[in-house]
């Protein structure tokens, strides 16, 4: 029983311990403003209503979107503080998942995969970025797999649908992981007529939806911006050397897992996460965080399993603080993609008219003009009301023709310039509004 208070305790401090180091960056800039998603987010929540069932689900899957995001606007919730909140608690939560994937059988490497995961570059690099959805997916995701670890399979449908109705491409992880899984299971147990019907069915399907993939796969893979096809995200060599303690440690726990004939869902969602980073499927950057995970549990499980020598304890006093060190570094260099002035000045923006359309001009200020600006019209390079393609967007870069690139769009046009400025020819009939607004006046 007085164990049992300890570890309550020392769980409830480590918790308490992942939501300080989440919150650090705070002390540089507000979290909100180191991630472009954040101002998508803002929008969504702030507009989302019911429509359908149909889209209300589809919300789960593509975009900014959630299930829950109606109800915060019906109830009149504010977005802004919600986001924030609910970023930083899951960010509690997913530390919590990661111990309560040991906590029946192994509660020692429960409380230190909270340390690692807490110590996390690339955990810190997700909550910087304000990926929302994949904090709210992977949190469902670790509960998925402890209850399919447990055997307790009402659970397990229950994390693996609300998983489902978080994000899609943690949901394709899971069903691919799964999928192998039992697949491995049943061929392992010989039950070889339950296997090849459910081998046959998944066939057909794969079939069936063949087509729509085809299509999405040239769409997305031809896509002029590689930071589509890549995903953003601290790139693989990066991720290598600012977590390297982290690595080692997890390559010795992997090994002693694997020995031990642990449940095999862990070794299946590494390998999966590995091997889509190494061939550089879609969006291969973005599965870091997810490789990442599994490195925390590994490496936690190889600390418990360590004896309580002197030797031991100073070889993990030395890794634990090399990855302190590497986060704390890794923080503190971290620079804000916005300032509170320029919010602010986004926030007070008045239109000359009610269909004045904002266009801005570089990609990276339209999240926070899509999320700040109340009820104007934005275009932005390859975004929203956007009329032109990526080489004329590039030829205006350039400085050529930009005053014929204007007049493909409606009046009043505004021009945001934080990013990016036109040529003095164009700026000698666009006067200010204010510091980074102007009014498109050339004839």
Not at 174 to 187: D, E, R, S, V, W
Not at 240 to 264: D, M, T
Not at 353 to 364: K, N, Q
Request: proline share 5%; with cysteine.
């Amino acid at each position: 029983m007085l164990q049992r208070l300890k570890t309550s305790a020392i769980l409830i401090l480590l918790l308490g311990f992942v939501a300080a180091i989440r919150w650090l960056p705070n002390l540089i800039a507000p979290v909100k403003t180191f991630g472009y998603d954040y101002g998508f987010y803002l929008y969504n929540l702030s507009h989302s209503q019911f429509e359908s069932i149909k889209n209300l689900l589809a919300s789960a899957w593509g975009g900014y979107g959630n299930p829950i995001f109606p109800l915060v606007h019906y109830f009149h919730i504010p977005s802004e503080a919600f986001l924030l909140l609910t970023q930083l608690l899951l960010a509690v939560f997913i530390g919590l998942s990661c111990y309560l994937f040991f906590s029946k059988d192994n509660r020692i490497a429960g409380l230190w995969a909270l340390v690692l995961y807490a110590l996390s570059v690339a955990q810190t690099e997700v909550y910087l970025m304000f990926l929302w959805k994949n904090l709210l997916g992977l949190f469902f995701l670790l509960l998925t797999f402890k209850f399919l670890k447990e055997k307790r399979y009402i659970l397990f449908s229950l994390a693996g649908l609300a998983t489902a109705l978080s994000h899609r491409s943690t949901t394709i992880i899971m069903l691919i992981c799964l999928g192998i899984y039992f697949a491995y299971t049943l061929l392992k147990k010989q039950h070889y007529k339950t296997l090849i019907p459910v081998l046959l069915v998944a066939s057909g399907a794969l079939i069936l939806v063949f087509p729509a993939i085809k299509n999405f796969w040239i769409t997305f893979t031809n896509n002029p911006n590689t930071g589509v096809y890549e995903g953003i995200f601290l790139a693989n060599d990066n991720y290598l050397l600012l977590s390297l303690p982290l690595v080692i440690l997890a390559a010795f726990g992997s090994y002693r897992y694997i020995k031990n004939k642990q449940h095999s869902i862990l070794n299946i969602f590494a390998a999966m996460s590995l091997i889509w980073i190494i061939f550089q499927l879609p969006f291969h950057n973005r599965i870091v965080p997810y490789l990442d995970i599994a490195l925390v549990l590994y490496a936690a499980y190889f600390l418990a399993s360590l004896k309580k020598t002197l030797a031991n304890k100073i070889l993990i006093f030395l890794f634990i603080f090399l990855m302190a060190l590497e986060s704390a570094s890794f923080i503190t260099k971290q620079l804000p993609l916005i300032s509170r002035e320029e919010i602010n000045e986004i926030k007070n923006f008045m239109a000359p008219r009610s269909e004045t359309l904002v266009i801005a001009l570089d990609a990276a200020d339209a999240p926070w003009l899509l999320g700040y600006l109340q009820g104007v019209r934005v275009a932005a390079p390859g975004l929203f009301e956007n009329r032109d393609n990526y080489q004329e967007w590039l030829n205006f870069w350039q400085g050529k023709e930009q005053k014929i690139f204007f007049t493909r769009y409606p009046k009043p046009l505004v021009l945001y310039q934080r990013s990016f400025r036109v040529l003095p020819e164009v700026q000698a009939c666009s006067p200010p509004i204010s510091k980074n607004f102007f009014l498109y006046q050339c004839p």
